[in-house]
């Protein structure tokens, strides 16, 4: 090499060397700042049991066979994981609790239907006849409440919603300066777009599906937003609402075909008089499974996104479902059965507990909590995460999480709060409520006040055991606390029908679901796939 050349390369290199340190040192600069980056990974439709990490380790069924998702379990390793984390139960009303830091009976969210101009009971004919009254719920959040964004603003953040809104309402007007609009389900079921004009959608994954339930391009979004916050050195808050876990499954053809060749799966092709080669989508369970690891593998991007732009020690990722569920997947493995009683729409555990996973500054990796939390408790959190002081916001039932999570060993106080859950609507189900206390649960039905109903969580997750009969002292005080906490937060509340007819009741399609999963006294059956 002559000298010239010699002492070209020798500048070139140089220069090069001085920029990437340049690079390095603005980067520290910005992210020593002290205030750190939270993302919430919040996902649709997934049960307490819908992940490769056990909720619970003592329980074989608190976690789901077959599927792969080990970014999923580095999150478990780095950061700690919430044997009872709670939510709403059904998908609405739990996000504005995650946006608000209020209970849905506080926020009058409750459900997301339209109320027909109806201001309180829901007078529909279709429950014309039904024993009591129903409630409507509110429609929007109110003008007037304080959302996450709108607390982290004054503390210099800049906060992005990407994917499923679903509250009504532009997420821009609750301080997101980027988001996808007033999005609900529709725009997550992907297959619909490749049906010709009139025709269903296709009855397989098509070939050309690359982008199943926009997981892949929401999350290159989310990857944007933050690329463009590190460089312009502002801390951030970053809501990725996945479409997937919800109903109309879709995923990658190559990662349907590898689950579609699980021993498990064939067996239940064959248990089920199913071909893998022409199976329908909504039967096959290689669907549903593939979408969980397409999942995981966008969940890895972001993380390995954070880690790229030097913000992993300084950022915390929040893993949350938007309510509890009841996956079948569960039953590929014939030693398992469901852990909990009923499903999405009812508050019993099938319906509220949540899978939840956190890393993030100051977590000890591969720690647990097995304190009751809510997605009403993320609000303050995150103002605490980002400086401010949590106690000053107004009006919510949340409680910041961060001591605990940092280390603290929460108060007897905190460990025996009550909890509230409410659901006054028929639908699929039948107006009722529910409260959680430490390791007691009491719900009510409306159509039943007759039948009070406590429950023993320590050792009856399933809610088979109702002990109200041999606890009448506790059982009416969490009941009269729940009604004068819903009276304080003026909650709707169902009203007796004096229309009620027994046998158009009874003649109504969802009847004998009403009843199965309805009050009981005692000790009820168990049902085929529980134990």
């Known amino acids: 090499m002559n000298a010239t050349l010699f002492n070209r390369t020798a500048s070139l290199s140089f220069s090069l ?133 709108e607390a982290l603003a004054p503390l210099g953040y800049v906060s992005a919603h990407v994917g499923k809104w679903h509250m009504r309402g532009n997420p821009g007007d609750e301080g997101y300066v980027l988001h996808d609009g007033n999005t609900d389900n529709k725009p997550g079921n992907t297959l619909a777009s490749f049906a010709k004009e009139g025709e269903a959608k296709p009855r397989r994954i098509p070939e050309k599906l690359t982008d199943p339930k926009l997981m892949f391009s929401t999350t290159a979004k989310a990857i944007g937003f933050m690329e463009q916050q590190v460089a312009a050195g502002n801390p951030f808050y970053l809501q990725i609402s996945h479409y997937a876990m919800h109903a109309g499954s879709e995923c990658l053809p190559a990662t349907r075909e590898k689950y ?48 790229a732009l030097g913000i992993e020690d300084n950022t915390y990722v929040v893993l949350v479902s938007d309510n509890g569920y009841r996956h079948k997947e569960l039953l590929l493995d014939p030693e398992l059965k469901q852990p909990h009683h009923g499903a999405k729409w009812w508050v019993w555990q099938g319906g509220i507990r949540v899978p939840m996973i956190v890393k993030g500054p100051g977590i000890k990796a591969g720690s647990e909590f097995n304190g009751n939390v809510v997605n009403y408790d993320f609000l303050p959190t995150f103002v605490d995460w980002a400086g401010g002081d949590s106690s000053m916001l107004m009006n919510i039932d949340g409680v910041s999480l961060a001591p605990y999570m940092a280390g603290q060993p929460p108060t007897e106080a905190f460990l025996n709060r009550n909890l509230y859950f409410h659901y006054p609507h028929y639908r699929t189900t039948m107006p009722h409520s529910a409260v959680v206390s430490g390791n007691r649960k009491l719900l009510h039905f409306y159509e039943r006040p007759d039948i009070p109903m406590l429950f023993d969580l320590s050792d009856d997750i399933g809610e088979v055991h109702n002990i109200a009969a041999t606890h009448p002292e506790e059982h009416r005080r969490l009941y009269d606390e729940m009604m004068q906490y819903f009276d304080e937060v003026g909650a709707r509340i169902p009203k007796r029908n004096p229309d009620y007819d027994p046998a158009t009741y009874k003649g109504s399609k969802e009847y004998s679901a009403r009843v199965q999963w309805g009050p009981f006294t005692g000790s009820r059956q168990l049902e085929a796939d529980e134990r």
């Open 260 to 307: 579609a060749n699980h021993p498990l799966v064939e067996d239940w092709y064959k248990a089920n008089n199913k071909d893998k080669d022409t199976v329908r989508l909504g039967d096959d369970p290689a669907v549903w499974l593939g979408m969980g690891e397409d999942l995981d593998g966008r969940i890895g991007a972001v993380l390995e996104k954070i880690e």
């Open 17 to 149: 060397f001085l920029a990437i340190f340049l690079c390095q040192c603005a980067r520290a600069e910005r992210t020593d700042s002290g205030k750190p980056n939270i993302v919430l990974l919040f996902i649709d439709d997934w049960a307490w049991n819908g992940t490769p990490v056990a909720m619970d380790d003592a329980l074989g069924n608190s976690k789901m066979p077959v599927l792969e998702m080990p970014n999923i379990e580095r999150l478990a390793r780095e950061g700690m994981k919430f044997r009872n984390a709670y939510a709403s139960p059904q998908c609405s009303p739990s996000r504005v609790c995650v946006q608000t830091g209020q209970s849905s009976p506080r926020s009058g969210y409750t459900v997301y239907m339209n109320s027909r101009g109806q201001d309180y009971y829901d007078e529909s004919r279709m429950y014309k006849n039904f024993p009591v009254v129903g409630c409507v719920s509110d429609q929007t959040i109110d003008p007037d409440t304080v959302t996450i964004p």
